[in-house]
């Protein structure tokens, strides 16, 4: 991830938690942003570094202990009282320990030391790994009555494929 290394991200990032959204590290997760405490969110970190960090939300209100921390490359205002943006993920992180911030969202102390394997560029699967993939795609959609665009999911480079399975389909937080 060109500009990003673990040294050069914020000790202290704000989070957004949601439950059923990741974001991945280059992967893109669209969001429409109506709270006010999210908003505000959003247009701070406008003003500043644009990385949010997104997290799921335990059933008790307290966070997992891992997010994927983001970077706003897309942001539209349709000035309807929300905000249309998108996130581009740049790393993993572990939560070091949660604020008490003064803001109406929630800030985190961000740890990225177990995550250094996200500023580098993956290794493509192996052939037989990747036919495995789509065989499996293809009979869960087949299963689920849905379908898919082949020719996209042929064509899209491994990691962006993963991405995008781990971010759309049906999985339970582990």
Request: aromatic share 8%; charged share 20%; glycine share 10%.
């Amino acid at each position: 991830m060109s500009g990003f290394g673990a040294s050069a991200l914020p000790e202290v990032i704000p989070v957004f938690p949601l439950e059923n959204a990741i974001v991945l590290p280059r992967g893109q997760l669209p969001l429409n942003i109506f709270e006010p405490r999210y908003l505000a969110m959003v247009k701070a970190a406008m003003g500043g570094d644009r990385l949010i960090g997104m997290i799921q939300p335990k059933e008790d209100g307290s966070l997992f202990e891992i997010g994927g921390l983001g970077r706003i490359t897309q942001f539209t205002d349709p000035e309807n009282g929300r905000l249309l943006i998108v996130l581009t993920g740049v790393t993993r992180f572990r939560i070091a320990g949660e604020l008490d911030a003064e803001t109406p969202y929630r800030q985190v102390r961000a740890d990225y030391s177990g995550f250094t394997e996200d500023f580098q560029a993956p290794q493509p699967m192996a052939a037989v790994l990747r036919a495995d993939l789509e065989t499996t795609l293809r009979t869960y959609l087949d299963t689920q009555g849905l379908s898919a665009d082949w020719e996209a999911v042929s064509g899209a480079d491994d990691e962006s494929l993963v991405n995008t399975l781990a971010a759309v389909c049906p999985f339970d937080v582990a």
